[in-house]
């Protein structure tokens, strides 16, 4: 009886993540998602579209982030970002699971961001600022009753490790775990990215389609869970599909790994920090040597600026794609040194359009 009572203590708690290129139709898709939950399913929806809450400057080019990208490249600002607004709601599921009436900013936060997940946590009703904690920046909970609540996440997640952090957040937790993949076709994402008030460069599209990794439950366990929505609008079928697959996801929470599991999880997480680590270093030198030799070229202070600026977007671009293809494929410690040598290479490779692209101007 009492682990019956339990039981019903419980709150089920879901993520589902809506993932396909941009103007694939995921914030409709959303949209029209949370109203089904409501009305069909009676359970909560907390739609975070990472879109509206990551500020403009994270992924924009201004003079400002010109000067500094430098030092922080656009790629990782936003990666950064991302990775954020995840601790920000890792805290307030802490604060559900627990059945704290209160929910308090963590210590380390980039305040517009913050300010970005707060207001949309107020206004989709899950806390309020009450008089008596407005001094301390504390929110009140609005205690939810024990239904469902579904967290929808939306974006690109193009690269399937950015899906597995959050899918790591839902075993950490227990909680249900589904993706929806919009597969709309590229000529009509562009029609409809021309017709924005602010529209994405198409060249970042077409990159985008290169670095695209759909579901494969066939491959990866943890994506058995997956429906790819294979329309360019969102039907009442889908709709059916949908709503089944987060009900058996719910059902089925993600189970945590077991302490040997997880030890072994944090031994491959390490060794890959230090592959990258080390082809980090390589890259590094390989682009030092590159401006060494560019005094050799004659380039005027304006062409080296440019210069240097270009290497190092191609240098964060790369690594960025290394970092999210060596958490995929679980790189051997043991082939560290293949690793590296064959990464200096390809960088270099690549590298070599550029100088090819200066040289050429004299």
């Known amino acids: 009886m009492a682990q019956q009572e339990q039981k019903d203590k419980d709150h089920q708690m879901g993520l589902c993540l809506l993932c396909g290129l ?188 290169q670095k695209m990794e759909c579901p494969n439950p066939e491959k990866y366990a943890w994506e058995r869970n997956s429906l790819i929505l294979k329309s360019a609008e969102y039907s009442l079928a889908d709709n059916f599909q949908v709503l089944d697959l987060l009900s058996t996801a719910l059902e089925h929470p993600v189970k945590p790994l077991e302490e040997n599991m997880e030890a072994k999880e944090m031994d491959r997480a390490i060794c890959a920090a230090s592959v990258l680590h080390q082809a980090d270093q390589g890259i590094r030198r390989i682009v030092s040597q590159i401006m060494q030799n560019a005094k050799d070229y004659n380039l005027s202070p304006h062409e080296m600026k440019s210069f240097a600026t270009e290497l190092n977007r191609l240098k964060a671009a790369f690594l960025e794609d290394l970092r999210h293809k060596s958490n995929e494929k679980n790189q051997s410690c043991l082939q560290n040194n293949i690793f590296n040598v064959n990464v200096a290479l390809l960088f270099s490779q690549q590298a070599d359009v550029v100088v090819k692209k200066y040289v050429n101007k004299q």
């Open 22 to 209: 941009p103007a694939a139709g995921k914030t409709t898709v959303a949209q029209a998602l949370s109203h089904s939950l409501r009305k069909c399913k009676g359970w909560q929806c907390v739609l975070l579209s990472y879109d509206d809450l990551i500020p403009v400057e994270a992924f924009s080019r201004t003079e400002d982030t010109l000067e500094s990208e430098a030092q922080q490249p656009l790629i990782s600002r936003w990666r950064l970002h991302r990775h954020e607004l995840l601790l920000y709601l890792e805290h307030f599921l802490q604060a559900l699971i627990a059945g704290c009436h209160y929910y308090s900013p963590p210590p380390s936060r980039t305040e517009a961001t913050w300010k970005s997940f707060v207001c949309s946590l107020k206004e989709q009703g899950l806390i309020s600022t009450g008089k008596e904690d407005s001094a301390s920046c504390q929110y009140l909970i609005d205690s939810p009753s024990l239904t469902p609540i579904y967290f929808i996440l939306d974006d690109n997640f193009y690269y399937r490790s950015m899906r597995y952090e959050v899918y790591q957040l839902a075993r950490r937790y227990t909680l249900g775990f589904c993706q929806l993949f919009l597969d709309c076709q590229v000529e009509v994402c562009m029609q409809r990215n021309s017709q924005r008030k602010c529209p994405l460069p198409e060249e970042t599209i077409c990159a985008m389609v």
